[in-house]
């Protein structure tokens, strides 16, 4: 069922972000901080709330920088040689498939029928979805449009994407929540308000919003920032992905000359190691990145989880991302759970709030050793922030055996050919899907 709602555009943003109460969450919502405030009349969360952002870079305030220096945040500063970094020509070796949870909602929600104890394990419960589409008055989807949730006594913070799209995951960003509700959605001057059911169970359709009083443009900046996994059994993942992201972005700048692109890296081991989390500032500067990147070593780890919220903290927390009308996608890379620290006061799920919050996408890849609780897991994540699942495969013959996904069928694709597919597809507003059709489905 769809739910289409109008709006004349000039309508001022009420000041309905209050407080939210002594809970922790701070004040009620807000794409810079993300996630669900509660008022004092609410129990408490289940968990602690995101940790407090650094400021973030305005889209077009960040300039092309011609310098081969490259910040380690964590550690030290790289300065790159001035001549090239030496591109190797071993692109196209790492072969990947995906799946399109946001799309076959069918397939989805039989997998998690199947793999339902990790949900209760894992705290969270994907199966529900409201999807809010934004258009202008020429139906042309609306990029990085405010959507602000009020249901109970809290409100949810959401950002559209390129192709006008908000995934609301209320088993995720507000467990435990369902009934009447209503929608603020913003996009420059033009506000409306709509009200719609979050449903206990299963999908609540889809809400088309049409903002006759704004005018839309595709993306003018892109940030690309990776997350990797570095621990020791990760060490030919890591060396090939790094083989091959020089050609990946220069095939989106080739296939989108007018957009900026910008990336940064986080790597993360586990509280065991001598350094947890390593971070690359986001620069324009591909071969510059790519030679730090390369003085990354695979090392460390030990029992099977590893600290992948302290890895997805500091990506969506210490990096600037862009504001504004820009792509933003974070790839997560890796072949372990996270391991829970009931210190930390950050996880997967203030994660994803976040990034939904923000409209980041994480686009989630499975490397060797995966097992059937990170497909659960980073199809969550995919799922709640528009991203197909991806998961590297056994045709390479690089790394150690892939677990295919627990899905009807499977196309597969050269990992660099599927990440440039699905960020040029974004940037063109056209969402990340996985392909209709790419050679014989494996049954």
């Known amino acids: ?185 913003t996009a420059g001057q033009a506000t409306r308000t709509v009200a719609f059911h979050v449903p206990a169970h299963g999908d609540g359709g889809e809400v088309l919003l049409r903002l006759e009083g704004t005018h839309t443009a595709m993306p003018a900046a892109l940030d690309l920032a990776f997350a990797i996994d570095v621990t020791g059994s990760m060490e030919d993942e890591l060396r090939y992905v790094n083989a091959e992201v020089t050609d990946i972005v220069m095939r989106i700048r080739q296939a989108s000359p007018e957009t900026r692109v910008r990336v940064a890296a986080t790597f993360y081991r586990d509280r065991t190691d001598r350094e947890v989390v390593q971070q690359i500032a986001f620069t324009e500067d591909v071969r510059a990145f790519a030679g730090a990147m390369a003085g990354v070593r695979a090392s460390g780890g030990g029992d099977y989880p590893e600290d992948m919220n302290a890895g997805l903290s500091a990506s969506l927390g210490r990096l600037h991302w862009s504001t504004g009308n820009a792509a933003r996608v974070l790839v997560l890379i890796a072949d372990a759970p996270p391991k829970l620290y009931h210190d930390a006061g950050y996880d997967w799920r203030n994660a994803m709030a976040e990034a939904s919050a923000r409209g980041i996408r994480i686009l989630p890849v499975a490397a060797s050793g995966a097992d059937r609780k990170v497909e659960y897991l980073f199809r969550a994540m995919g799922s709640v922030t528009g991203a197909p699942y991806v998961y590297l495969t056994d045709d390479s013959g690089v790394g150690n055996p892939h677990q295919e996904a627990d899905t009807d069928r499977v196309a597969v694709e050269y990992f660099a050919d599927m990440l440039t597919r699905l960020v040029i597809s974004d940037l063109r507003g056209e969402g990340m899907h996985e392909p209709g059709v790419f050679g014989p489905y494996r049954q």
């Not at 993300?34 to 009349?41: L, M, Q, R, T």
């Not at 910040?71 to 190797?88: C, D």
């Not at 199947?114 to 969270?124: A, D, K, N």
Request: net charge negative; hydrophobic share 35%.
């Open 1 to 185: 069922m769809t739910a289409t709602a109008e709006s004349s555009g000039g309508e001022s943003r009420g000041a309905d972000m209050s407080a939210a109460g002594p809970t922790g969450y701070g004040r009620a919502v807000g794409a810079d901080t993300g996630g669900y405030a509660e008022s004092e009349e609410m129990a408490p969360a289940p968990h602690q709330p995101p940790a407090a952002l650094a400021p973030v870079d305005s889209a077009a305030a960040v300039t092309t920088t011609t310098t081969s220096t490259v910040t380690v945040e964590t550690v030290t500063e790289i300065t790159v040689a001035p001549e090239p970094v030496p591109f190797q020509q071993q692109r196209a070796l790492l072969t990947a498939a995906s799946v399109g949870d946001h799309d076959r909602r069918d397939n989805y929600l039989d997998f998690l029928g199947r793999q339902s104890h990790f949900g209760r394990e894992l705290g969270i419960d994907p199966s529900r979805r409201v999807r809010f589409r934004v258009v202008d008055g020429r139906g042309v989807p609306v990029n990085d449009a405010q959507v602000d949730i009020s249901i109970g006594q809290g409100v949810v913070a959401g950002r559209t994407h390129a192709d006008g799209i908000f995934d609301f995951h209320p088993g995720v960003l507000v467990p435990g929540l369902y009934g009447p509700a209503s929608a603020r959605i």
